[in-house]
């Protein structure tokens, strides 16, 4: 089933966890932490009740055509899912399928051609220059080569979001070791960037997405420039804060083994979603 995150299973139409007409039940059959539960209407039963599911994405039949001169170039071709709070998802495919397009989307650096996508409910499509500057409050990016400030040591280079936007000084130093801690880098706080490794540059840059407490986290080739154990490390890290915080997570990637890792992976292609997999995390 697509356009439901996390979900993949079987109609299930004699549960009853939502008191409405003229819908579809689904019990979870293949995902490992929900498996055996039922979704319906936005809900999950559990033992415990029913709770009902946030969406913090939602992309439905977007399409972005760019002009190479006089020739159109599609390359979104109607993409559609649906993204929910706490949910750790990936974007896979090779280069030309469309996924660095749908990130600037996703991330409200630009404007589908047509379509609806919207970040917390607020259809970004349909924002102003400043008001979509406001929508990317609510991402937290993070991108394959850091983008670090070299002349800022690390503590500096997580408060500097902070310190932008006006936070109090009390606060933000606060703030700031706490997403040291997330991370696990309070005893690295004074490194400059040159003096850290690759693995602790990404942390550093993973701190200061989160500190702005963003709605998603949106990553960009996160392991694309970390050796393969280092990798698996922070892979490692970013499953770790998806399940303490419930920091919904995108990943964009072009390797699977990355995707993987993630809950569900959306596998692009020619501008279109060729598929959407649970996976066996």
Same mark, same amino acid.
Do not use: W
């Given at each position: 089933?697509?356009?439901?995150?996390?979900?993949?299973?079987?109609?299930?139409?004699?549960?009853?966890?939502?008191?409405?007409?003229?819908?579809?039940?689904?019990?979870?059959?293949?995902?490992?932490?929900?498996?055996? /539960?039922?979704?319906?209407?936005?809900?999950?039963?559990?033992?415990?009740?029913?709770?009902?599911?946030?969406?913090?994405?939602?992309?439905? %039949?977007?399409?972005?055509?760019?002009?190479?001169?006089?020739?159109?170039?599609?390359? /979104?071709?109607?993409?559609?899912?649906?993204? %929910?709070?706490?949910? /750790?998802?990936?974007?896979?495919?090779?280069?030309?399928?469309?996924?660095?397009?749908?990130?600037?989307?996703?991330?409200?650096?630009?404007?589908?051609?047509?379509?609806?996508?919207?970040?917390?409910?607020? %259809?970004?499509?349909?924002?102003?220059?400043?008001?979509?500057?406001?929508?990317?409050?609510?991402?937290?990016?993070?991108?394959?080569?850091?983008?670090?400030?070299?002349?800022?040591?690390?503590?500096?280079?997580?408060? /500097?979001?902070?310190?932008?936007?006006?936070?109090?000084?009390?606060?933000?130093?606060?703030?700031?070791?706490?997403?040291?801690?997330?991370?696990?880098?309070?005893?690295?706080?004074?490194?400059?960037?040159?003096?850290?490794?690759?693995?602790?540059?990404?942390?550093?840059?993973?701190?200061?997405?989160?500190?702005?407490?963003?709605?998603?986290?949106?990553?960009?080739?996160?392991?694309?420039?970390?050796?393969?154990?280092?990798?698996?490390?922070?892979? %490692?890290?970013?499953?770790?804060?998806?399940?303490?915080?419930?920091?919904?997570?995108?990943?964009?990637?072009?390797?699977?083994?990355?995707?993987?890792?993630?809950?569900?992976?959306?596998?692009?292609?020619?501008?279109?979603?060729?598929?959407?997999?649970?996976?066996?995390?």
């Amino acid at each position: 089933m697509s356009g439901t995150s996390g979900i993949s299973g079987r109609a299930d139409s004699r549960d009853n966890c939502c008191q409405t007409t003229n819908t579809k039940r689904y019990t979870f059959v293949n995902h490992q932490s929900l498996k055996g /539960l039922t979704y319906c209407n936005g809900q999950i039963k559990t033992q415990f009740g029913v709770k009902t599911l946030t969406t913090v994405l939602e992309v439905q %039949d977007l399409t972005k055509t760019y002009q190479l001169g006089s020739v159109p170039v599609e390359a /979104l071709r109607g993409v559609s899912f649906t993204v %929910d709070q706490g949910d /750790l998802v990936s974007i896979l495919g090779p280069s030309g399928s469309g996924k660095s397009t749908l990130l600037n989307l996703v991330g409200a650096l630009d404007r589908p051609t047509a379509g609806t996508l919207l970040i917390n409910g607020v %259809d970004v499509s349909k924002l102003s220059d400043n008001e979509l500057a406001e929508a990317r409050k609510n991402v937290g990016f993070v991108f394959q080569f850091f983008n670090l400030i070299p002349r800022l040591n690390a503590r500096d280079n997580i408060e /500097l979001p902070l310190a932008i936007a006006g936070v109090p000084k009390k606060e933000r130093k606060a703030r700031t070791v706490e997403a040291l801690k997330s991370v696990g880098l309070e005893d690295r706080m004074d490194h400059k960037s040159s003096e850290l490794s690759g693995g602790e540059r990404q942390r550093v840059a993973v701190a200061r997405a989160l500190i702005t407490k963003p709605s998603f986290l949106l990553m960009d080739e996160p392991t694309g420039n970390l050796d393969s154990k280092t990798a698996q490390e922070m892979m %490692d890290l970013v499953i770790e804060l998806n399940k303490s915080l419930n920091m919904t997570v995108i990943i964009v990637t072009h390797n699977k083994a990355v995707a993987l890792r993630t809950r569900r992976t959306f596998s692009m292609l020619d501008g279109l979603i060729a598929s959407d997999e649970v996976n066996g995390q």
